[in-house]
């Protein structure tokens, strides 16, 4: 396979990992925006999504994040099967390179924090580990660990003033740890809370090291002395916070900032100092707002904040970035939505007719409408519990075709969104892939049982005309002959192609290959086919014949499952399991440009019709827009083609 070495320039990245608590972190400068996607860390401008750095070293999702105090330094854990171990990486942030890498907890690394001179890391693993680690920053050895409860902890803290004393979180158990150097060993502390029993969820320290506040998945917030190791107080003064409260932090006032459960951003006031504990009123609320789901990060952005307003910055389980005003004065919270994510795998994407600015998503139980220069989200189609396996246009852009995991064709309006009509029973399983004819009169449509059908669709009905029954397994991918309209081809994990003859519904033609085809689509000229499956071949076909013409390696270790063409058919997009996107000179066969972001499999690729982006979707929940480049040959895929050849 001729590789070049040229990159595929990434123009920017739609995608967000909400359900890692504490993942979205803020850089001091209020500038730069920190979070996980997949087994990456991505490191991006706020105003400007174009300035943005990929950390790439995490072999399986990351687990959580933290920032050290000084910014230099960013520390990521990650998840791993069940039995082994799972990596801590430090990574230096003013070279963006990777600094340590680190492993003794199993399977999941649960939470990491910085002491406050950056000279100690603490690591918490996940349930199957429970142990409490502390790490040497500079040198990257582990300095001592101990296991932290019987129960499951949580969360892990530094003080803000004293780098060898931190404090832990979690079921039913709260604790103040101090590091001993004679001894090398940390020595736990119970902190006293009475007759109280609270399954803790996060933790946070006031700037002075005189109070923790600990959230609790009952919904309250206690107010623990830390140098008494007692509770001192708790809040809210009316009623919980729904749902529990999934993440707290320091207002620069001193009020404690509270996310709930139930997606709702709290300023809950603390108490004044010096006052008898034992007179002292619940801490109260002084604003509430709601964002939509669980509230999972949470960050204060000191440089935009003042004495007048706070700001900070939050993201949501439902992969969604706000950002909080409080108005101090006037007592008022306000939130404003940065950027909306795909929530999880994105199965299919596509472009309207000969319209290139805006593109469809789907993934499970929603459709999105996404413009393409802006990256904003235009429109959301939900469909509560069901995944939508495949989306496309009608080609007059009067409605937007879906397959469902339910067997049902759903059809939506492209600018209200509207349920226009529903197929019941389209397929016995789901459907898996779906087209439109040219004149936008009938929908073909592709299930998982094998089954290919055409259907009519009129003004007040859809009818299915014919069921065609000759392939064996799931249906993977459909495409129209343009020109026509009378033929499309289909492509089946039974290892076939087969193309259709629309007006008699039979067989025309077969390919067979010993594979599983995920992708095939026409040329342009509609003189050949290509074919993209589990062999990891990319096949030209002659299209009248059936005959193979040609054959690519399109990946050396994985399935290709996407395949995209541009509208003039001189360049070839490919992607599969091996998270790389290549750009394919069609006539030569060469590969001239290599994009590498996602941490998951690509499952579909989509060519701007004016050719002026390349649109992948993966199982990362990623959404990557690349600059489409033009195949011709650079230096580094020359001198690969010349090797290749002697």
Same mark, same amino acid.
Request: include cysteine; aromatic fraction near 6%; charged fraction near 20%.
């Given at each position: &396979?001729?590789?070049?070495?040229? +990159?595929?320039?990434?123009?920017?990245?739609?995608?967000?990992?909400?359900?890692?608590?504490?993942?979205?972190?803020?850089?001091?400068?209020?500038?730069?925006?920190?979070?996980?996607?997949?087994?990456?860390?991505?490191?991006?401008?706020?105003?400007?999504?174009?300035?943005?750095?990929?950390?790439?070293?995490?072999?399986?999702?990351?687990?959580?994040?933290?920032?050290?105090?000084?910014?230099?330094?960013? +520390?990521?854990?990650?998840?791993?099967? @069940?039995?082994? %171990?799972?990596?801590?990486?430090?990574?230096?942030?003013?070279?963006?390179?990777?600094?340590?890498?680190?492993?003794?907890? %199993?399977?999941?690394?649960?939470?990491?924090?910085?002491?406050? =001179? /950056?000279?100690?890391?603490?690591?918490?693993?996940?349930?199957?580990?429970?142990?409490?680690?502390?790490?040497?920053?500079?040198?990257?050895? $582990?300095?001592?660990?101990?296991?932290?409860?019987?129960?499951?902890?949580? $969360?892990?803290?530094?003080?803000?003033?004293?780098?060898?004393?931190?404090?832990?979180? !979690?079921?039913?158990?709260?604790?103040?740890?101090?590091?001993?150097?004679?001894?090398?060993?940390?020595?736990?502390?119970?902190?006293?809370?009475?007759?109280?029993?609270?399954?803790?969820?996060?933790?946070?320290?006031?700037?002075?090291?005189?109070? &923790?506040?600990?959230?609790?998945?009952?919904?309250?917030?206690?107010?623990?002395?830390?140098?008494?190791?007692?509770?001192?107080?708790?809040?809210?003064?009316?009623?919980?916070?729904?749902?529990?409260?999934?993440?707290? *932090? @320091?207002?620069?006032?001193?009020?404690?900032?509270?996310?709930?459960?139930?997606?709702?951003?709290?300023?809950?006031?603390?108490?004044?100092?010096?006052?008898?504990?034992?007179?002292?009123?619940? &801490?109260?609320?002084?604003?509430?707002?709601?964002?939509?789901?669980?509230?999972?990060?949470?960050?204060?952005?000191?440089?935009?904040?003042?004495?007048?307003?706070?700001?900070?910055?939050?993201?949501?389980?439902?992969?969604?970035?706000?950002?909080?005003?409080? =108005?101090?004065?006037? %007592?008022?919270?306000? +939130?404003?939505?940065?950027?909306?994510?795909?929530?999880?795998?994105?199965?299919?994407?596509?472009?309207?007719? $000969?319209?290139?600015?805006?593109?469809?998503?789907?993934?499970?139980?929603?459709?999105?409408?996404?413009?393409?220069?802006?990256?904003?989200?235009?429109?959301? @189609?939900?469909?509560?519990?069901?995944?939508?396996?495949?989306?496309?246009?009608?080609?007059?852009?009067?409605?937007?075709?879906?397959?469902?995991?339910?067997?049902?064709?759903?059809?939506?309006?492209?600018?209200? !969104?509207?349920?226009?009509?529903?197929?019941?029973?389209?397929?016995?399983? *789901?459907?898996?892939?779906?087209?439109?004819?040219?004149?936008?009169?009938?929908?073909?449509?592709?299930?998982?049982?094998?089954?290919?059908?055409?259907?009519?669709?009129?003004?007040?009905?859809?009818?299915?005309?014919?069921?065609?029954?000759?392939?064996?397994?799931?249906?993977? #991918?459909?495409?129209?002959?343009?020109?026509?309209?009378?033929?499309?081809?289909?492509?089946?994990?039974?290892?076939?192609?087969?193309?259709? =003859?629309?007006?008699?519904?039979?067989?025309?033609?077969?390919?067979?290959?010993?594979?599983?085809?995920?992708?095939?689509?026409?040329?342009?000229?509609?003189?050949?086919?290509?074919?993209?499956?589990?062999?990891? %071949?990319?096949?030209?076909?002659?299209?009248?014949?059936?005959?193979?013409?040609? /054959?690519?390696?399109?990946?050396?270790? /994985?399935?290709?499952?996407?395949?995209?063409?541009?509208?003039?058919?001189?360049?070839?997009?490919?992607?599969?399991?091996?998270? @790389?996107?290549?750009?394919?000179?069609?006539?030569?066969?060469?590969?001239?440009?290599?994009?590498?972001?996602?941490?998951?499999?690509?499952?579909?690729?989509?060519?701007?019709?004016?050719?002026?982006?390349?649109?992948?979707?993966?199982?990362?929940? *990623?959404?990557?827009?690349?600059?489409?480049?033009?195949?011709?040959?650079?230096?580094?895929?020359? #001198? &690969?083609?010349?090797?290749?050849?002697?």
């Amino acid at each position: &396979m001729t590789i070049s070495k040229t +990159a595929l320039p990434l123009t920017s990245c739609i995608g967000f990992n909400g359900s890692v608590d504490g993942g979205l972190v803020l850089e001091k400068d209020g500038t730069t925006v920190i979070y996980p996607l997949g087994s990456t860390v991505i490191v991006r401008q706020l105003l400007n999504e174009q300035q943005q750095t990929f950390l790439q070293g995490h072999t399986d999702e990351v687990s959580c994040l933290v920032l050290s105090p000084s910014g230099r330094y960013l +520390a990521s854990g990650q998840l791993n099967f @069940m039995g082994l %171990k799972a990596d801590i990486i430090i990574w230096d942030l003013t070279s963006m390179t990777l600094l340590h890498r680190m492993s003794l907890h %199993k399977v999941k690394v649960q939470a990491l924090a910085f002491s406050c =001179d /950056e000279q100690f890391l603490a690591s918490l693993g996940g349930q199957d580990d429970n142990a409490l680690v502390l790490w040497d920053v500079e040198t990257g050895n $582990a300095i001592c660990g101990t296991p932290t409860c019987t129960d499951f902890t949580i $969360a892990v803290k530094f003080l803000n003033n004293d780098g060898a004393k931190l404090v832990t979180c !979690g079921n039913y158990n709260l604790h103040v740890w101090h590091y001993d150097h004679l001894t090398n060993k940390l020595v736990p502390s119970d902190v006293q809370l009475g007759q109280l029993r609270r399954c803790f969820t996060c933790l946070t320290v006031d700037a002075a090291d005189q109070y &923790m506040y600990c959230g609790s998945a009952t919904g309250d917030v206690l107010q623990i002395n830390l140098e008494r190791r007692l509770l001192r107080n708790s809040g809210p003064a009316k009623g919980l916070v729904q749902q529990g409260v999934a993440t707290v *932090a @320091m207002a620069p006032t001193g009020d404690i900032i509270v996310g709930g459960g139930n997606g709702t951003i709290s300023i809950m006031k603390h108490d004044q100092e010096g006052q008898d504990a034992r007179f002292l009123n619940k &801490m109260p609320l002084l604003a509430t707002t709601k964002l939509g789901s669980r509230i999972s990060s949470l960050t204060v952005d000191g440089a935009h904040s003042n004495g007048r307003a706070m700001s900070a910055v939050c993201g949501t389980h439902g992969c969604d970035k706000f950002r909080v005003t409080y =108005d101090i004065q006037s %007592k008022k919270l306000q +939130a404003e939505m940065l950027q909306t994510s795909p929530p999880s795998s994105v199965h299919d994407v596509a472009f309207p007719h $000969a319209y290139s600015d805006v593109f469809a998503a789907c993934g499970l139980g929603e459709i999105r409408i996404w413009h393409l220069h802006s990256r904003r989200e235009l429109l959301r @189609m939900s469909v509560p519990n069901l995944d939508c396996r495949c989306v496309a246009f009608m080609q007059n852009g009067q409605s937007i075709i879906s397959g469902w995991s339910d067997g049902k064709i759903r059809a939506f309006g492209p600018q209200s !969104g509207k349920l226009l009509y529903t197929i019941h029973d389209a397929h016995q399983g *789901a459907v898996t892939a779906i087209s439109g004819t040219p004149d936008s009169t009938r929908i073909i449509s592709g299930g998982e049982e094998g089954m290919v059908r055409m259907w009519a669709i009129r003004a007040h009905s859809q009818v299915m005309e014919a069921s065609m029954k000759e392939h064996k397994g799931a249906v993977n #991918s459909i495409k129209m002959k343009a020109s026509s309209g009378e033929e499309c081809v289909t492509a089946s994990s039974d290892g076939s192609c087969i193309i259709w =003859d629309l007006t008699t519904f039979h067989r025309r033609s077969s390919l067979f290959a010993n594979t599983l085809f995920k992708a095939v689509l026409y040329h342009p000229d509609e003189s050949q086919l290509v074919t993209a499956g589990t062999d990891r %071949k990319i096949m030209y076909w002659d299209a009248f014949e059936g005959s193979a013409i040609r /054959e690519l390696e399109g990946s050396s270790s /994985e399935q290709v499952s996407a395949l995209a063409i541009d509208p003039d058919g001189e360049a070839l997009v490919s992607g599969g399991g091996d998270k @790389m996107v290549r750009l394919w000179g069609y006539d030569e066969g060469n590969c001239y440009a290599t994009g590498a972001a996602h941490s998951g499999a690509v499952n579909r690729l989509a060519v701007a019709p004016d050719k002026s982006h390349i649109i992948s979707v993966g199982s990362d929940g *990623a959404i990557m827009i690349w600059d489409y480049m033009p195949p011709t040959l650079t230096e580094g895929s020359l #001198s &690969m083609v010349s090797s290749a050849r002697a």
